[in-house]
């Protein structure tokens, strides 16, 4: 059954470095572009970071730009995000999601990503 599982997440103090992994199993995503979302209590969901199929092209939120980095694996069917100079307002559960559309020249909406895996809890304290 196809799967995306979420790791890397944790406490951390503000200014410090997180390393979250998106392992896929049961289905390939080298031609699909992926994601990462954020929810955080009483705020509403946040893309973060998208990546293209083919990797190269990429977006950032005003939030994290310059501070997170997307980056994809396709030997390893594998994303990751990157977080640095994490801040308080970073604490959330961070979720990954693949592009429903193949191979799409353009970024998708939130309603696009249909394949999400259970997310990871990252806390950043002051």
């Known amino acids: 059954q196809a799967q995306l599982v979420e790791s890397g997440g944790g406490l951390v103090q503000a200014g410090g470095s997180l390393r979250l992994s998106c392992a896929a199993s049961?289905?390939?995503?080298?031609?699909?572009?992926m994601c990462w979302f954020r929810q955080a209590p009483v705020k509403e969901r946040e893309t973060v970071a998208r990546?293209?199929?083919?990797?190269?092209?990429?977006y950032y939120s005003d939030s994290v730009k310059g501070r997170f980095t997307i980056s994809r694996d396709n030997a390893n069917n594998t994303a990751y995000l990157q977080m640095n100079s994490l801040k308080p307002e970073d604490t959330g559960v961070y979720y990954c999601?693949?592009?429903?559309?193949?191979?799409?020249?353009?970024?998708?909406?939130?309603?696009?990503?249909?394949?999400w895996g259970q997310g990871t809890q990252v806390t950043v304290s002051s």
């Open positions: 049961g289905r390939t995503l080298s031609n699909y572009g």
């Open positions: 999601a693949v592009d429903s559309r193949i191979r799409s020249p353009i970024w998708g909406t939130q309603n696009d990503y249909d394949f």
């Open positions: 990546i293209y199929w083919r990797g190269g092209n990429t």
